[in-house]
């Protein structure tokens, strides 16, 4: 099970690869072609999708880091369980604060710039203890990023531009929750 959030490079809308839908993807969201205030995403799921703030521009949505989110619902479908990726364009342009990307219900999963400008990669396993991997991220502020993070179960990896910097092991199931999954918030809106 893979979960997509955007794949066509924010720099060049318009250009460059586009994502094929591959029928496992759990929630794709082009969100430089998502304008309305609800939409459903361009998956085989359809999953309602709900913006509180985010502004739409041309190369996606704009976060204000303060209340802006988007609630894409609680479908089983995104009760990941094993293998997940997670892939981003970001553009971060305030540094030394939480930032949260994606996040599902109280960290089961999520991505999130922290405080100490660390891009952390976090997922609670079935006996409910954390696991993270999170690589430096001081020198992409202020720059369109491409974030992939990978966990197939046993390996996690976070690639940023492609170039892989962290990796952590460990056989571990991602535990599931009923919370709903958001982009720019996590399960409490923070």
Excluded at 123 to 136: G, I, K, N, V
Aim: net charge negative; glycine share 8%.
């Amino acid at each position: 099970m893979k979960t997509g959030i955007y794949w066509q490079n924010p720099a060049y809308p318009g250009k460059g690869m586009d994502f094929v839908l591959d029928p496992s993807l759990a929630l794709y969201l082009p969100l430089h072609r998502l304008d309305e205030a609800s939409f459903m995403s361009k998956d085989a799921y359809g999953h309602l999708c709900t913006v509180t703030g985010a502004l739409w521009r041309p190369n996606g949505r704009w976060f204000d880091g303060s209340d802006d989110l988007i609630n894409c619902g609680t479908s089983p479908s995104l009760d990941i369980t094993g293998g997940i990726t997670l892939e981003v364009w970001v553009y971060a342009s305030t540094t030394g604060a939480f930032q949260t990307i994606i996040d599902k219900g109280l960290e089961y999963y999520c991505l999130r710039l922290t405080s100490g400008n660390f891009l952390e990669f976090k997922w609670l396993d079935e006996s409910s203890d954390y696991h993270t991997t999170a690589p430096p991220f001081t020198s992409y502020f202020n720059l369109w990023t491409h974030i992939v993070a990978t966990y197939d179960g046993s390996n996690a990896v976070v690639y940023l531009n492609l170039t892989p910097l962290t990796e952590s092991e460990g056989n571990h199931t991602i535990n599931t929750t009923s919370f709903s999954l958001f982009l720019g918030a996590r399960y409490n809106n923070a």
